[in-house]
């Protein structure tokens, strides 16, 4: 009697393992992350460039 539970026990095991083996991993819509935000380096290129053209104007000198 043992064996023949055991037998069922771990055929239903196996079973479900297999069954969420094949289920897709998914993600509710109310539990996904935010929408990422945009890359911050369009600021960064603009400082850089404004501070190029900056230091490269002339002292007025009167």
Do not use: K
């Not at 055929?11 to 993600?27: F, T």
């Not at 996904?32 to 501070?51: I, M, N, Y």
Request: avoid cysteine; proline fraction near 6%.
């Amino acid at each position: 009697m043992r064996t023949w539970l055991f037998t069922i026990m771990h055929n239903m095991h196996a079973n479900e393992m297999r069954r969420r083996s094949r289920m897709l991993d998914s993600v509710p819509l109310d539990a996904a992350p935010p929408r990422a935000e945009p890359a911050g380096q369009d600021a960064a290129v603009e400082w850089s460039e404004l501070s190029e053209a900056l230091s490269s104007l002339s002292v007025l000198r009167r």
